[in-house]
């Protein structure tokens, strides 16, 4: 295994608990505790992990990702906007997942009038929008995280490899050519990772403003990912800059 897919390896063990322990690691990984210092030192210099007495954690985000409820009311006539032109691409009969967050929640306000979806999602308040329509409805098993009103699961939890998504909405911290879609919570990115995995089209829904960001935790390089969904503030310099690569950039206009 190469030392960037073991510190891979290492941030989804991470992700699980609390805290995990050098000699975790060792047993784990089966390697030597030169080995697990070395990986543990290059990922907190890249600012993914805090060491502590005997071990280490996921280093939790300090800046950049505002609360859900700021989100929820942050530029809503953008995400308006984005949510109505990604249930475009919904056709009645479609298996679809849609992600936790502010901007993919008003794609569930738009498909109310589709017929016969199935509707994977993680998100708490989407789960609420959809609740009492005729949809079907496959609520992600797992832990809930609070401040996002989203639930995190893990395969041993949640079977994934029993899903066959034709589209996947989910959602990005940040957006840039050369690390491709970015998040700030390790759980939550390994669940778009497996979700990306499933899914016949996927969508990235985001308003411009996370676009030349990269935050905390990889996702998808851009090859991976079939449409970008954002608002008309892009800069069309950057929206040109991606025509080298198959992900389509869509324009949601203001409404």
Known sequence: MLPSERQNKFLELLSTKDVVTISEFMGEFDISIETVRRDLSILEKQNKIEKVYGGAKIKAATFGES????????KLIQKESIGKKCSEFINDGDCIFID???TTYHIAKHIMNKKRLTIITNSIPVLNQVLNTEHEIIIIGGKVRHNERSIVSYDYIFNFSQLNIQKSFICAGGITLENGISDFNMQEALIRKTIIERSKEIFVAAESS??????????????KINYIVTDSNLNKSIANNFHKFKSKIIIAEDF
Do not use: L
Not at 67 to 74: A, G, L
Not at 210 to 223: E, H, L, M, Q
């Open 67 to 74: 609360t859900m409820e700021n989100r929820m009311t942050n």
């Open 100 to 102: 936790s967050g502010s």
């Open 210 to 223: 996370k676009f030349g960001r990269d935050v905390t935790i990889n996702i998808a390089p851009i090859s």
